[in-house]
């Protein structure tokens, strides 16, 4: 969120998704002290994918209102229909309008894998983000889940705290420091 939009911004933040877009994402939106107001839904076509024309429609009208698109929330198999949104145009959308592609890619991305997931997954590779839980696609237990970044300097400065404990050393921006990559302080290895 602080890539592409600042502390004084959040009251304007907007979250754009679909009817199909998992459950996660209005709670993720609440954990983050954002109001359930601040998604706007964005119509899906005939085969329920989030819908690019309209998308950038929404935006370019959510800016006009003051407001601030930051996020669209895109899925690789929606829980409903297994819908994968087509993540090629919404990310030429997003790239246009300057607002960050996250993919829910837990049910789907994993096929990019494949030869035949490539080809439906066209696009993946242009996502700011990608979470995949691992115990669909994997077989791994419950809670082992990722989320990839395009840039590895948005971790860091979406997780780092500027007025850090005296404690805690600081680090060269080349070195990797786990405890500014992710919300967890500490890892069990």
Not at 43 to 50: E, N, Y
Not at 53 to 77: H, M, N, Q, W, Y
């Amino acid at each position: 969120r602080r890539h592409h939009l600042s502390e004084h911004e959040l009251t304007k933040g907007v979250v754009m998704v679909t009817s199909e877009a998992h459950s996660c994402i209005p709670k993720g939106l609440m954990m983050a002290g954002m109001p359930q107001s601040s998604m706007c839904q964005v119509a899906c076509d005939s085969s329920w994918r989030m819908d690019a024309s309209d998308l950038e429609r929404k935006i370019i009208s959510k800016k006009k209102a003051g407001l601030k698109p930051f996020l669209v929330a895109a899925t690789t198999g929606t829980t409903n229909a297994g819908t994968v949104d087509d993540v090629r145009q919404l990310s030429i959308v997003c790239q246009r309008h300057d607002v960050w592609l996250h993919i829910d890619g837990v049910y789907g991305a994993a096929f990019n894998l494949t030869k035949r997931g490539q080809a439906v997954l066209d696009g993946l590779e242009e996502a700011d983000s990608v979470a995949l839980d691992l115990h669909k696609s994997f077989f791994l237990p419950h809670g082992t889940g990722i989320v990839l970044v395009k840039k590895r300097h948005h971790l860091r400065q979406t997780f780092r705290l500027d007025n850090a404990a005296p404690y805690y050393p600081d680090f060269d921006s080349s070195d990797v420091n786990f405890y500014e990559m992710s919300p967890e302080l500490t890892r069990s290895f």
